[in-house]
């Protein structure tokens, strides 16, 4: 069974960092594309960030420059780091695992910025 768990959402100030995580267990974690995705309610879940099974990472257009996502096979995780988060940045995040089974999401962990 696929299970992908996110931790380490909350409420945060505008301005502050914030480093997620996402366990993955039931998928050859080091073959599968991670990915970081975000929405806010009535909206299109958008990206914020994918590392391939390389380790090559390539970011959404709203937090480039202020999010890095990396990884560690070892642990089968896959980590959010954001940095200088404004109001915008407010929405449940997901983790997404790409495999040749097909894709898979966790449950979300809501982070909220306030001003």
């Known amino acids: 069974q696929v299970r992908l768990v996110e931790s380490g959402g909350g409420l945060v100030q505008a301005g502050d960092s914030l480093r997620l995580s996402c366990t993955a267990s039931?998928?050859?974690?080091?073959?599968?594309?991670m990915g970081w995705y975000r929405q806010v309610p009535s909206e299109r879940r958008e990206l914020v960030g994918v590392?391939?099974?390389?380790?090559?990472?390539t970011y959404g257009d709203s937090v480039k420059g202020r999010a890095t996502i990396s990884r560690d096979n070892a642990k089968k995780m896959v980590y959010l780091q954001m940095n200088s988060l404004k109001p915008d940045d407010t929405g449940v995040y997901y983790c997404?695992?790409?495999?040749?089974?097909?894709?898979?999401w966790g449950q979300g962990t809501q982070v909220t910025v306030s001003s």
């Open positions: 997404k695992a790409v495999t040749i089974t097909g894709p898979y």
């Open positions: 039931g998928i050859i974690f080091s073959s599968a594309t």
């Open positions: 590392i391939t099974s390389g380790g090559s990472a």
